[in-house]
């Protein structure tokens, strides 16, 4: 079975605090991607970021840095120095091989508030 | 280059009528993913399409939705007749290849049903 798991349902920050959003996944399979995306107050959903399973590197852009572990299934993701418009719900996703390839199982979503 | 695109942004209708909603994928996408919204459930795929045929529909909750998509730049999803239970956000995502990369959103139909 395919899971994501991202246990912190909110989290509340003061602004240019870090902040660590927590990812965990279940698959059988040895090939999959995982991913973050951003909904705002807006609605819309962000692509934020794409990882395979076999490339293990964290990866950082900006402000937002990425931690995949896959001998602790996890892939985390970190924003640093927090700001207001980093509020936002952020999910995690996973497409596994060995499932259907189209879907996209996602987590909870964690609300990330960002206060000044 | 323009996302995707949805229409309605909102609709309210009453029980019993029935609901189209629109998208339009990316120019060049080849894969539109259709998504449901509710604090209950999360995001749930309904169905996807891969060259304008559906591949997996298994996330249809019933015989009342359906999806169309006639052409590489038009999908529809119809609800028919709605119900209450209904309400939610319905998202329409496209992507180059499903499976591969990511899934672009659009803004996202708000459909409430009375």
């Known amino acids: 079975a395919q899971k994501v798991t991202q246990a912190q349902t909110e989290i509340s920050v003061v602004e240019k605090e870090d902040v660590t959003l927590d990812c965990v996944y279940e698959?059988?399979?040895?090939?999959?991607?995982l991913f973050w995306y951003k909904q705002p107050p807006s609605g819309e959903l962000v692509f934020l970021i794409r990882?395979?399973?076999?490339?293990?590197q964290n990866e950082i852009s900006g402000r937002y840095s990425w931690n995949f572990q896959k001998s602790t299934s996890s892939f985390n993701f970190t924003i640093t120095a927090s700001q207001v418009v980093d509020s936002a719900v952020y999910f995690c996703a996973l497409i596994s091989y060995g499932g259907s390839q189209g879907n996209l199982i996602f987590g909870k979503g964690t609300k990330l508030s960002v206060k000044p | 280059d323009a996302g995707v695109i949805q229409s309605p942004r909102h609709e309210v209708t009453e029980m019993g009528q029935e609901v189209t909603l629109r998208c339009k994928p990316i120019s060049g996408h080849n894969s539109l993913f259709w998504y449901r919204q509710t604090m209950m459930r999360g995001l749930e795929l309904l169905i996807y399409f891969n060259n304008n045929v559906p591949i997996d529909d298994s996330g249809m909750p019933e015989d009342r939705f359906s999806a169309k998509m006639p052409n590489a730049s038009f999908s529809t999803l119809k609800i028919q007749p709605s119900e209450p239970r209904d309400s939610a956000v319905y998202f329409c995502a496209s992507s180059e290849s499903a499976g591969l990369y990511e899934q672009y959103f659009g803004p996202g139909t708000r459909l409430t049903v009375t």
């Open positions: 698959t059988r399979d040895t090939t999959y991607y």
């Open positions: 990882r395979n399973s076999f490339d293990e």
